[in-house]
């Protein structure tokens, strides 16, 4: 099975549209106002309308207020939401929209529970554990904790580069890969030679599983 990749933080239309061109699965676009690389409605309506067909919108959330995530999902085409709070099950399924659940990698952290906890989401997106941010770090976790991987898809985060991607796929064998920082010239600003190598790595990849 092919390796999916999304590429995440998108600030700009024309970096979205040459992610598109080679062959990205999904975008993300950031509604958290701390982080650097958070868009307006403004902004996301934008980057969206340039894309073209069979590339899906993930809207990423943090503890967000459901007015406010109604707004975004009114003008902005949201595909799929990823929460990455403290969201609950309940939460998340308030807009009728597929979903996925974030979560922060700890030594303890169970899998399988997290597995039951959300079992209707489309899949659980692993990332680094900071405890002050809820994401975009830029730090990696010690991949062996994903070994119990419960019974949703993997989506794999956290400190991934074009120098790491085909050892994640060859090591977690995740559903998908989920880079932002790692394919970056400045925060939020993409690099075209990194996001081109780091797909090209993970292809390659997949097909000597």
């Known amino acids: 099975m092919r390796t999916r990749v999304k590429i995440c933080g998108f600030t700009r239309a024309e970096d979205a549209v040459i992610a598109a061109g080679l062959g990205v699965d999904a975008i993300g676009l950031v509604f958290y106002q701390p982080s650097p690389r958070n868009v307006s409605i403004e902004q996301a309506v934008k980057i969206t309308q340039t894309l073209p067909a069979f590339v899906s919108v993930v809207g990423l959330f943090v503890d967000a207020e459901p007015d406010f995530i109604d707004a975004v999902l009114q003008q902005v085409p ?15 399924r308030l807009y ?16 399988a529970e997290w597995s039951r906890h959300y079992a209707d989401a489309a899949g659980l997106l692993l ?24 019974s949703l898809p ?3 985060a956290g400190g991934l580069t074009p120098e790491n991607a085909a050892l994640a796929v060859q090591q977690v064998r995740p559903y998908a890969l989920d880079v932002s920082s790692g394919v970056e010239s400045a925060k ?19 097909e000597q599983l």
């Open 127 to 150: 990332d680094a554990y900071h405890p002050g941010l809820q994401g975009g770090t830029g730090s990696g976790f010690d991949w062996e904790l994903i070994k119990n991987q419960g």
């Open 188 to 206: 939020g600003i993409k690099d075209v030679a990194k996001m081109a190598e780091f797909i090209k790595k993970i292809n390659l990849a997949t």
């Open 78 to 92: 949201i595909d799929c939401l990823q929460f990455h709070g403290d969201e609950s099950p309940e939460a998340c």
């Open 154 to 156: 993997i989506i794999l």
């Open 96 to 111: 009728g929209k597929s979903y996925l659940k974030a979560i922060r990698m700890k030594t303890d952290t169970n899998l």
